[in-house]
């Protein structure tokens, strides 16, 4: 009988995604034993106690390098340990948000406007699958960047897929929007992941390895048909690009960010796009490097056509989360840039966008769930007029995360934005370079166009009011002002880092 | 040779305005003696300077002062210097000898009216300008006074500018000017890109080497300057109006010294209208149709200071005609404008006695028989009269006769057609000047009745006295054994002797005098003992409504620059408007409404979102599939 | 027999899979084309796992039917949740989030 | 003194003056007042204090600072002044006390507080001395955009009327020019890296070797955004609004000190980093400057309210300096620079009267007003005088700038100059007519109870007019600082003046 050689697995470099899987099956059993009066503490406290422990792990292991950290399946280097740096730093602020139970249904199976929801509603329990949900839909983002085959990959996907699908449906109000944009995201998702499953077949078919760098080295070789590579290439972009909400593959961002609870909008709108560039980043450098002939001038006439359509849409729009949807789709644009470049630099200027780009939605996110009238959150433009004068305060914080999406400079976002388009030039994509800056152009009058609502029209009296945030939003919210103004002012230290650190090892 | 004084000249009016501006009310009370004793301070360093000059050799007599290098950008050097020569201590004595009188005039004139300091202090305003104008040793320098006199021409004409016509008047002046101006500053550029220097000295030395086309150019550019303040055709317009100003104003500065800025900007670039014959005819022929015109003008006007205006328009005519005439003119062409101040002034400072005594009407059929009340003015204003139409021994007749005779020597057609026309300015002038003294002071008094004419007070009729005896003497002192024309000869140095003499000076003169004699003799026999008709009659031929219409120039300019202008105007603002504003914001909308379209695609519906993404799917194989073919 | 035709078979069910998501209105019947669609591709991956000879095609299948299951169990709880508000499984009753 | 880091202090001491009225409390607004006027008046008197120790006839940039900030894109902070530079700052510090003391009132019409009103300002008159000190491109850009910012809440925040639309318009204009001056900006820094260590430094920038049509693009890029800046016909339309409905106060900041930056950037950035490619553009330029200043003249004498024809005249104006700029001769250079800085303070002059006349009467339509001469004497003769400045009245500083800019224009381009000439008559007729609906004729009823200036309005506009004044009849301390500077830049990109004709024939 043949000798058995167990797998190695060097746990201390796939620490992170365990400790986070961990809470999370500790959030289930909280769910199932302890009882309703402890268990919202209790939940929140496991969560953020699991995030920071996995995060000090990322922050512990963050020089080490190998691909063998599982097998070949997950490599650990320094890009991915950078996005999954930044995805635990996302879900933390987020979960802050999330811990603001005003915003989720107790009982999500209720029927809405039932006598059961409502008696829940007034028992005054809370809702706490949300947790062990957020940890689940964490460890898959996590995961999804650093996996090297299409297995892992398609399973981190799913993985980072399903809870979310689940979590867009916990509004309290108006549950049959956010049923509904749960049901969206559901049905889009999963036939998006049965084209990227279907290309990964292809890929398979064509490089006879499911690992990334066996793909691209049979790419190298050029030996095998070229049609199941470049069937494979286009499927599984498909996949992708839906997830990122790339033109035409974006229709579901804007139903599903207005429909969903606005701190899991905010979670999935920052982290989701973190770790789904991550995996795009990954496998477009490592797996199809040497095919960039083929798939660069797809992905260029994709990205000039997101920048566009996102900035110009935006323009049209009358609800504040919507806008907000538009501008991330606009915001891909400008990201796949990035990928385009193909080179370190452009490596480089993706993190450093993605995370200053995270930071912001967040917060611009968590601005939105302050303002609220006695029937829950207005995201309406007009209702907002005039909130300058009712709140300067939390109007300047939204106005600056609007400037630092617009690119503003002594923002993180004009930061961002210049490393980026420099990257692409550098590389020759000089059309993407001319579009990116004209709807930018674009985009910053919607921004400005929000801002002037804000500041310079008077205020109407319909009960619009901001409420006083509780501690952990505060925070959050604060957080992430302070870190697009100080990105914005003093990005070399991040950039340094990014730089320094910031490879793809096959 | 250097002077330290001549500065002060300047300094000294200059001075005075800027105190009695700033000193606000409080001056009130001895603002006009301030303003007096600056000018006549003045007159006394240029009095001192003079007896200077006639202390030093012909060659020797101009003056410089340096006071500061002004503006200096690469080779554009400019000094704010200053330079007295022969030609400028004229109208150094001119400006602030007349000037002198006139503050002193206005001491009395003003005395009732509550901004008198005000009018000083822009009268100081103007004698500093004007100082500066004929002192600067440099084109730019004399630019500066240029405008300066510009200036306090536009503040002295809308004195009274709470009444709009005045208000318009003044306006009407200094855009007119700022014409002028323009041709002055382009001549300025032109001569710093052809010779590398603005300063009258570097011109001078340079004129030689550059080419006639360019000099012509400079030429030209001098005389439409010259057009814009001397009030000659075709930009004369403004002067008439200009009487708006106060009575002194008119005499000062709209007859005896800023209007005759044009004939010294000719004179003393007499370098290069002397190289630049095309440059000159030009001068020859604008002096000899602006003499004509105004005379023609002036016969229609019953508003006597508008009659003096046009006369004094006529007048300039002659100087720069004589100055047109290059080096045979030039002296002449400044003899008469010296004299002109006198007699001209004198005429005025009458007029405004005149309207003292008859609580300012203007209107001469409404005069009539004031000889008898006003005794003085009728003898100043008499004398001046003589001198004006040329009858010996007055000063009109030296100096205007000598430039009908040099326009005769001219020679060919030029010097027939430019003679012929002196000689009928002649003529006119003699009809309309004695038209004006027959309606005034002698005939039946036509005034209303609360009017009760009287003499003025002796501040006023003083500086006329004085003004009188110069009308009187000036020409044959100037004349005496060619006394100016020698003074001036290094300034404008003279050629040989030209050509044969066409007619001998004393046929000119005969014929002048027969010509005088006759413009006087119908203009006696159409208004002497006749009575006028209070208001002008309509029934008369056209030529009479053109003339007293200004021979049209104001419908003319009216017609064509301003309704053009008003029209280009209104155009553009629309343009701004709907095209140039349209266009971003066309844009602005294109980008919105695109927007609203795209936006339609996101129906909602589930199904059509799935089927985006199998069209993206197909249509990434197929891209994918043409791009490696 | 060629190892083609079952590519081609596979296609096939993805292609039939495809157009049902777009076609058909019952969430149920949307959501079980979206299962062919992810069997066409189990399909796809044992076929090159047989033509290239190694088993990992044949592994990527059975996690795929894993994960399969789970889009079930989630999914079913979204479609029998909006059911129960909305007394309809059709999918073009579900919008209200447009524009 | 170059241990003194005099344009980090410079630049420092207007946000620290910011920080301290933030301090403020709210309802106090005269502390924020006279906090803001010790802040500015300081920092002139700073500000004469620097220009003091500036080394005339040393062509290099002084007071050079330079610290590492992104060494990932090699972007340092970088400053420096040479002549010019250093001329525009002046400018602005001494424009900002003028400013804070005439506008006293000015915030009590805005939506928020006198105190955001005066902390707008001080952070603004930081990015002015910012934008003209950065010696690095990135660190230019980064003040050139967060500029208008602060602006944009002075409009939209205090300003009149159609405030917000206004402020809006301004904002996106000049963003976009801004945006494309981004791609052209990036492109550089590509370049640069291509061509020995990516760089932003200004000097090192001008040793680029870049392909000719690669220029071109550059050089639009960076124009557009400077002539929307400057205004150049036919980007201007968003200056008129904005002038409208900005504050007195505000306009002057913008009109006098912010545009400036674009006919600075076109000196400092067009010309010394592409001289090529200015070549290539100097005769549509030159069109188009002529162009704004005919233009701008019949605009100015088409409007019917004092601020909108303040703001066209301005736009003739700057017609005037770009003309001087891409004429290329060393009297246009240093005519165009002198008029910028006289130009800053006519317009003031201006602004600041018509802004009093306008909130007297409550209206700033010309024909609103008639007789003031009568009614408030002080505040008509300061008004006549600043209409005199404006239409270059020998004497009077205006006139320097503007023949210079003439002369040197003519000996390159005489036709150019020409049609330029005529500016000066339309000049006459946009001052005098408003002048005579205004100041002259019988006194309008609504205006017999205006009141003329206080004390405070007559400190505020002393300096101007003396400052005017002084540098009509003597401005070689202006000169002496920019003559060698300009000659410099020109000699660096192969300008020589055209000599004389006549030596020209002579050879």
Redesign the interface.
């Known amino acids: 009988m043949s000798s058995f050689t167990a797998p190695v697995l060097i746990y201390s470099l796939l620490a992170p995604i365990l400790i986070v899987l961990g809470g999370a099956v500790i959030g289930v059993m909280i769910e199932a034993f302890a009882s309703r009066k402890i268990r919202p503490v209790l939940q929140l406290s496991v969560t953020i106690g699991t995030l920071v422990l996995a995060f000090a792990q990322v922050w512990h292991i963050r020089h080490q390098e190998t691909a063998s950290a599982a097998m070949g399946s997950a490599v650990v280097d320094g890009a991915g340990v950078l996005m999954q740096g930044a995805i635990l730093f996302i879900a933390i602020l987020g979960v802050f948000l999330i811990a603001d139970q005003e915003n989720f249904t107790v009982i999500a199976a209720a029927v809405p406007g039932s006598e059961e929801e409502t008696q829940s509603i007034q028992s005054g329990e809370q809702l706490t699958e949300v947790y062990p949900l957020t940890l689940f839909a964490v460890a898959g983002m996590m995961l999804f960047p650093v996996s090297t085959d299409l297995i892992t990959l398609f399973v981190a996907l799913e993985m980072l897929s399903l809870p979310l699908y689940l979590m867009a449906g916990l509004s309290r109000r108006r549950r049959l929007m956010s049923q509904e944009a749960a049901l969206k995201y559901f049905l889009l998702g999963a036939f998006s992941s049965a084209f990227f499953l279907f290309g990964a077949a292809y890929l398979y078919g064509y490089a006879g390895t499911v690992s990334l760098s066996g793909i691209g080295a049979a790419i190298t070789a050029a030996n095998g048909n070229t049609v199941f590579l470049l069937i494979g290439i286009a499927f599984l972009s498909v996949g992708l690009l839906f997830k990122i909400g790339a033109v035409p593959f974006h229709a579901w961002t804007p139903d599903v960010y207005q429909g969903a609870p606005t701190p899991i909008t905010a979670f999935m709108a920052a982290a989701t796009k973190i770790a789904a560039f991550g995996a795009l980043l990954r496998i477009f450098y490592v797996g199809f490097e040497n095919a960039y002939w083929d798939w660069r001038p797809l992905i260029t006439v994709i990205a000039i056509i997101t920048m566009l359509f996102g900035s110009v849409v935006a323009i049209a729009q009358r609800d504040i989360k919507r806008m907000l949807a538009y501008s991330s789709i606009a915001h891909a644009g400008f990201l796949l840039a990035g990928v385009l470049a193909l080179s370190k630099a452009g490596l480089d200027a993706s993190i450093f966008y993605l995370i200053a780009y995270g930071v912001a939605t967040l917060g611009a996110f968590g601005v939105v769930t302050l303002v609220r009238d006695s029937s829950g959150e207005i995201t309406d433009l007009n209702r907002w007029a005039g909130l300058g004068k009712r709140s300067p305060f939390v109007a300047t914080l939204f106005a600056t995360f609007l400037l630092a999406f617009a690119g503003i400079p002594l923002t993180s976002g004009f930061i961002g934005k210049f490393s980026i388009f420099s990257a692409a030039y550098e590389n020759g994509n000089k059309s993407v370079v001319i579009v990116g800056v004209l709807s930018s152009a674009i985009a910053a009058y919607f921004y400005i166009r929000v801002i002037v609502l804000m500041f310079f029209s008077d205020p109407v009296e319909d009960g619009t009011s901001v409420i006083i945030p509780s501690f952990l939003t505060r925070l959050s919210i604060v957080t992430a002002f302070a870190i697009t103004i100080f990105l914005g002012l003093f990005p070399a230290p991040l950039l340094n880092f990014i730089s320094s650190t910031a490879i793809f090892i096959r | 040779m250097t002077s330290n004084y001549l500065v002060y000249l300047i300094a000294l009016p200059l001075f005075g305005s800027a105190l009695l501006l700033l000193a606000g009310r409080k001056a009130d009370k001895w603002g006009h003696l301030l303003g007096t004793a600056m000018s006549g301070g003045a007159f006394v360093i240029g009095l001192y300077e003079f007896t200077q000059m006639l202390g030093r050799s012909n060659e020797q007599r101009a003056v410089t002062q340096k006071l500061f290098n002004w503006i200096s950008v690469g080779s554009f050097q400019v000094d704010a210097g200053l330079m007295l020569d022969q030609l400028s201590i004229c109208f150094v004595l001119l400006i602030t000898g007349v000037g002198t009188l006139i503050h002193i005039y206005s001491i009395a004139y003003m005395s009732h009216d509550l901004d008198r300091r005000r009018f000083f202090a822009f009268l100081n305003l103007f004698i500093a300008a004007m100082l500066l104008l004929v002192l600067g040793d440099s084109y730019l320098n004399l630019y500066v006074g240029w405008e300066g006199v510009g200036l306090a021409s536009y503040l002295l004409i809308g004195f009274w500018n709470q009444k709009p016509t005045y208000a318009t008047a003044a306006k009407k002046a200094f855009v007119a000017n700022r014409v002028g101006d323009m041709g002055l500053s382009l001549a300025i550029m032109i001569s710093f890109a052809t010779l590398g220097t603005v300063s009258f000295a570097g011109v001078k030395e340079h004129a030689g080497q550059a080419s006639t086309g360019a000099l012509t150019a400079i030429g030209i550019m001098l005389l439409v300057a010259a057009t814009g303040k001397s009030a000659q055709f075709p930009l004369q317009a403004w002067l008439g109006d200009a009487m708006a100003g106060p009575t002194p104003v008119s005499a000062l500065i709209h007859a005896a010294t800023m209007v005759t800025a044009g004939v010294y900007l000719i004179t003393r670039s007499n370098f290069i209208f002397d190289a630049a014959p095309t440059a000159q005819l030009c001068v020859a022929i604008i002096g000899a149709i602006t003499l004509l015109f105004g005379a023609v003008v002036g016969t229609a006007k019953d508003d006597i200071k508008k009659a003096l205006a046009a006369s004094t328009m006529s007048q300039i005519g002659y100087m720069i005609l004589g100055a047109g005439l290059g080096p045979a003119g030039y002296a002449f062409a400044i003899m008469h404008l010296l004299t002109h101040g006198f007699f001209k002034a004198g005429m005025f400072l009458g007029a405004g006695s005149v309207m003292h005594g008859m609580d300012d009407e203007v209107n001469m059929r409404r005069y009539g028989g004031l000889g008898k009340f006003m005794p003085i003015t009728f003898a100043t204003f008499g004398l001046g009269y003589l001198a004006i139409i040329g009858v010996p021994p007055f000063a009109g007749f030296y100096s205007k006769d000598k430039i009908i005779e040099v326009a005769f020597n001219a020679g060919g057609i030029k010097g027939i057609t430019l003679g012929s026309a002196a000689l009928l300015g002649a003529a006119i002038t003699a009809f309309y000047m004695t038209r004006v003294v027959i309606l005034t002071f002698v005939g039946n008094k036509r005034w209303a009745e609360k009017a009760h004419p009287h003499e003025s007070p002796a501040l006023m009729w003083l500086p006329m006295v004085l003004l009188a005896v110069g009308s009187v003497a000036s020409g044959f002192i100037f004349t005496h054994g060619n006394s100016l024309k020698n003074w001036l000869a290094p300034v404008v140095e003279q050629s040989p002797v030209h050509e044969g003499e066409l007619l001998k000076p004393a046929v000119v003169s005969v014929l002048a005098l027969v010509l005088v004699i006759l413009g006087v003799g119908l203009a006696v026999l159409k208004y002497v003992r006749k009575d006028i008709p209070l208001v002008a009659p309509s029934d008369v031929s056209i030529f009479t409504r053109i003339a007293r219409r200004d021979l049209l120039q104001d419908d003319f300019n009216e017609a064509l620059f301003m309704k053009t202008g008003q029209g280009i105007t209104r155009a553009l603002v629309v343009t701004d408007k709907s095209i140039v504003d349209g266009a971003v914001r066309g844009v602005a909308r294109l980008v919105r409404g695109s927007g609203s379209a795209l936006r339609l695609t996101q129906t909602g519906f589930v199904r059509s979102y799935a089927m985006w993404i199998l069209v993206g799917a197909i249509g990434l194989v197929a891209a994918i599939w043409v791009v490696t073919l | 027999m060629n190892a083609a035709n079952y590519?081609y078979v596979?296609a096939l069910l993805?292609t039939i899979?495809?157009i049902g998501?777009?076609?058909r209105?019952n969430?149920i019947v949307?959501?079980m084309c979206?299962e062919l669609?992810?069997n066409?591709?189990n399909l796809?991956?044992v076929?090159?796992?047989r033509?290239?000879g190694?088993l990992?095609?044949q592994?990527?299948a059975f996690?795929?039917m894993v994960?399969a299951a789970?889009?079930v169990v989630?999914?079913l709880?979204?479609?029998v949740?909006?059911y129960?508000?909305?007394r309809s499984a059709s999918?073009?009753d579900?919008?209200?989030?447009?524009? | 003194m170059s241990n003194v880091n005099w344009l980090t202090t410079l630049g420092i001491l207007p946000l620290l003056g910011a920080v301290f009225v933030a301090f403020l409390p709210k309802t106090n607004a005269l502390a924020a007042k006279r906090a803001a006027l010790a802040t500015t008046v300081f920092v002139a008197i700073a500000g004469i204090a620097m220009a003091t120790q500036f080394q005339r006839d040393n062509v290099d940039l002084q007071f050079v600072e330079s610290h590492s900030w992104i060494p990932t894109f090699g972007i340092n902070y970088a400053v420096g002044v040479d002549g010019i530079a250093l001329v525009l700052i002046l400018l602005s510090v001494l424009l900002a006390p003028i400013v804070v003391l005439a506008g006293w009132n000015e915030a009590s019409g805005g939506r928020w507080s006198a105190k955001t009103f005066y902390i707008l300002i001080l952070i603004l008159e930081t990015m002015m001395i910012g934008v003209f000190a950065a010696t690095d491109v990135f660190l230019f850009y980064v003040f050139f955009e967060a500029m208008l910012v602060p602006v944009y809440f002075l409009i939209g925040g205090f300003g009149t009327g159609k405030r917000s639309a206004a402020a809006v318009k301004f904002l996106l204009y000049s963003l976009f020019g801004g945006l494309l001056m981004l791609a052209s900006i990036i492109a550089l820094y590509v370049i640069s890296g291509e061509q020995g260590g990516h760089t932003f430094d200004t000097v090192t920038l001008s040793h680029l070797q870049i392909s000719s049509t690669t220029q071109n693009f550059l050089f639009l890029g960076f124009f557009i955004a400077f002539a929307i800046k400057a205004p150049l016909w036919p980007f201007h339309t968003w200056l008129p609004d904005a002038a409208d409905a900005a504050t007195p106060g505000t306009s002057v900041l913008l009109l006098g000190v912010l545009d400036k930056v674009g006919t600075f950037g076109m000196i400092r950035y067009c010309l010394t980093l592409f001289p090529d490619a200015t070549k290539t553009f100097t005769p549509v330029i030159l069109v188009l400057a002529v162009i704004s200043i005919i233009y701008g003249a019949f605009l100015a004498i088409g409007q019917t309210d004092f601020k909108r024809l303040i703001a066209f005249t301005s736009i003739s104006h700057f017609g005037f300096i770009t003309m001087g700029i891409f004429a290329m001769t060393t009297q246009g250079h240093s005519g165009a620079t002198l008029y910028m800085f006289n130009h800053g303070f006519s317009t003031a002059a201006l602004f600041l009267v018509a802004g009093w006349m306008a909130s007297r009467r409550g209206s700033s339509k010309i024909s609103d007003f008639g007789g003031l001469q009568r009614v408030t004497p002080v505040m008509a003769w300061v008004f006549f005088f600043a209409g005199m400045s404006s239409l270059a009245l020998p004497g009077l500083s205006s006139f320097v700038s503007e023949f210079l800019v003439l002369v040197g224009t003519y000996t390159r381009y005489p036709v150019a100059a020409i049609v330029g000439t005529f500016g000066i008559v339309l000049a006459a007729l946009y001052i005098l007519i408003p002048i005579q609906r205004s100041l002259h004729g019988p006194i309008m009823p609504g205006n017999e109870g205006l009141t003329d200036l206080n004390l405070r309005e007559k400190i505020a506009i002393a300096p101007v007019i003396a400052i005017i004044l002084v540098l009509g009849f003597y401005p070689s301390p202006l000169l002496n600082v920019i003559n060698p500077t300009v000659t410099h830049n020109l000699s660096v990109t192969g300008h020589t003046d055209p000599a004389p004709s006549i030596e020209k024939a002579g050879k």
């Open positions: 590519l596979s993805f899979g495809a998501v777009v076609v209105r969430a949307v959501f979206v669609m992810l066409a591709a796809a991956f076929t090159f796992a033509i290239n190694n990992d095609g592994v990527m996690f795929t994960v789970c889009e989630v999914g709880a979204i479609i949740t909006i129960r508000s909305r999918v073009d579900a919008s209200l989030l447009k524009r």
